[in-house]
């Protein structure tokens, strides 16, 4: 999470998701296109721009709006969730916490870390299936995709551990009553 970024205004956060989700859209149809049935026609090129900006724009609407209500939820606020995020990151806890909230929010860190190796595989599976049908490009994409996912579950997972011992250290000082 970049605090800069949940700073922005719901409709500017929502755009730069649409702007980059379009981008992305366009780039996967286009690295389709040749071999695909619409061919690569000024037509095509037409029509697989307005498509990916109608879905890329609603990608991005949605995104914020569920992220930002699940954010609310998981979190109480987006400053929590940013406070909890810098911890995560630099591994210091802020002067005063709630050490059951955080125990509570590295549980869900260590949830949404245990789906990651399975989209490792997926990425695997697919930079297989890719290569296979000699479509070297989607292939090169797809085992960069799955070694990414793989570096970013390691130091995830380094750092929910890291960050679990600093908030049980500091769960064990407040009941001792040192703060």
């Excluded at 970049?2 to 755009?15: D, G, I, K, N, S």
């Excluded at 292939?139 to 390691?154: M, R, S, T």
């Excluded at 380094?158 to 407040?174: D, I, K, P, S």
Aim: proline share 4%; glycine share 8%.
């Amino acid at each position: 999470m970049q605090t800069w970024f949940y700073r922005l205004p719901a409709t500017a956060r929502a755009l730069v998701i649409g702007v980059l989700s379009s981008a992305a859209i366009f780039g996967v149809m286009s690295l389709y296109s040749d071999s695909g049935p619409w061919g690569d026609t000024r037509e095509s090129v037409i029509g697989r721009l307005v498509m990916s900006t109608i879905v890329g724009m609603l990608t991005g609407a949605v995104g914020v709006v569920w992220g930002d209500r699940r954010m609310d939820r998981l979190y109480g606020s987006t400053e929590q969730a940013l406070t909890y995020t810098r911890a995560l990151r630099t591994g210091e806890l802020p002067g005063q916490i709630d050490p059951v909230a955080w125990q509570r929010w590295l549980v869900v860190s260590r949830q949404a870390n245990r789906w990651a190796p399975a989209s490792v595989g997926v990425f695997v599976v697919l930079a297989v299936l890719q290569s296979l049908s000699h479509e070297w490009t989607p292939a090169a994409v797809f085992a960069l995709l799955a070694i990414w996912e793989a570096a970013v579950v390691l130091v995830l997972r380094r750092r929910v551990a890291r960050l679990a011992a600093a908030v049980g250290q500091r769960a064990a000082e407040q009941s001792l009553g040192n703060p």
